[in-house]
């Protein structure tokens, strides 16, 4: 049996004499152990408020969004459309036209993007479950769903045939504009629905039917400025894009929602990586009850030590004691804090015991990915603490 890991286990489990060291080595544990279960917990909070926050992106935003690298639109053929079907992870695809258009209506005009969509839309994206007020929008009407920001602009209610609600695009060609009002089209839409998702999302977007957008701008019936495409569960998201940008011979670009949404999940990430860090730094700081406690141990034990070292144990072998010792006690307090702060979690996930309002509990989301951080964070600071408690065993301390 290793005879350092067999004195460092019996030192652990057996109290010392000395009444000061016992206190001092029951402080160093539950510092460890509250460590780790406010990390775990904190982590657990900010994975959950990531979720959280996502999901209102995630009922707009597809999977993957094709767009053009060589302009706002592109043409996409009857063959190409049977090849994307064709792809291995694709459950769906649904063509769309974005364009920033004017909205006027009873004298007030906003700018937002227009959103021309087709009948497979609501199998990519859950928008049609944010509906607010109304219904979803039919086909081949003039029909519109609002965001419940614009419709507060507007003051505007649904099917007000006293009130017109239009649109204006500019009109595409070249050389001057004699008359104004033939410088744009204009359509008279009909508001059915209201989405609300977010404060910023509810003013972003007016879906319409794809029909009536390319009309209203005047494009082809097979023109789009993207496709947004839906992935089967557990599909190769790379070998997608590689045989997408084959379909369009490399002229399109391809993102994925992390891309779509790049600055909010950096944003996201920032706060996590600065959350963590503070908290780690509170666990280097009890650590530091850890190493007072070894080097306690240590002076305590010096006689025990200094009979070994007469009996022919190496000074590396005794150095191993204690960080042994240190290094097993921060696993023993990281996994027992672990099952605290994991029990924390799964209270507030079924039982929600913190509500931010009266019908939304905090959200928190389990991880093993955060055990893992956790459990390595602990384990790996414990150890260089006890390295540098341990290093004090010394000939010298021991003559």
């Given amino acids: 049996m290793n005879f350092p890991l067999y004195i460092a286990k019996r030192y652990i489990f057996s109290n010392s004499k000395n009444n000061a060291i016992n206190i001092i080595n029951r402080i160093a544990s539950m510092g460890i152990i509250v460590g780790a279960m406010a990390l775990f917990v904190v982590l657990s909070v900010f994975s959950g408020l990531k979720v959280f926050t996502l999901s209102f ?16 639109s592109f043409f996409v053929s009857p063959s190409q459309e ?32 227009l959103k021309g969509i087709d009948p497979n839309f609501n199998k990519v994206n859950a928008i049609k479950n944010t509906i607010f007020n109304g219904d979803w929008l039919k086909k081949d009407t003039y029909q519109v769903v609002v965001g419940y920001g614009i419709a507060q602009k507007f003051s505007m209610g649904l099917l007000d045939y006293n009130h017109y ?29 209201i989405y609300a998702i977010s404060e910023d999302l509810d003013s972003k977007y007016v879906f319409a039917d794809l029909g009536l957008a390319q009309e209203l701008l005047e494009y082809k019936t097979n023109q789009i400025s993207g496709i947004e495409v839906k992935m089967k ?36 990430n920032t706060e996590n990586l600065a959350v963590y860090l503070i908290f780690t730094l509170v666990i ?45 006690l921060s696993v023993f307090g990281g996994i027992i804090g672990l099952l605290l702060g994991i029990a924390l979690v799964l209270l507030q996930q079924h039982y929600e015991l913190v509500m931010i309002t009266p019908t939304l509990a905090y959200p928190i989301v389990f991880t093993i990915e955060n055990v893992l951080i956790v459990l390595a964070t602990i384990v790996s600071l414990g150890f260089i603490a006890s390295l540098i408690a341990s290093s004090r065993v010394s000939k010298k301390l021991l003559d």
């Fill in 82 to 113: 049977h090849q994307i079907n064709q792809i291995e992870g694709v459950a769906c695809y649904s063509k769309i036209l974005e364009e920033r258009v004017l909205f006027t209506f009873d004298g007030k005009q906003e700018v937002t993007y």
């Fill in 165 to 193: 609600l239009e649109v204006l695009a500019p009109r595409p060609g070249k050389g001057n504009i004699e008359n104004p009002k033939e410088a744009f089209n204009k359509m008279v839409i009909i508001p059915v629905g």
């Fill in 233 to 268: 569960k557990d599909a190769d998201e790379n070998d997608i894009i590689s045989k997408l940008q084959t379909i369009f011979n490399n002229k399109i670009k391809v993102k994925n929602r992390a891309q779509l949404n790049e600055s909010l999940y950096k944003m996201l």
């Fill in 57 to 72: 992106s995630n009922n707009i935003d597809p999977d993957l969004k094709i767009s053009s690298t060589l302009g706002k």
């Fill in 284 to 328: 280097i700081i009890a650590l530091f009850n850890l190493i007072g406690a070894l080097i306690m141990m240590i002076l305590d034990k010096k006689g025990n030590l200094k009979t070994l070292l007469n009996l022919g144990t190496e000074i590396n072998d005794l150095r191993k004691i204690f960080l042994l010792q240190g290094t097993l």
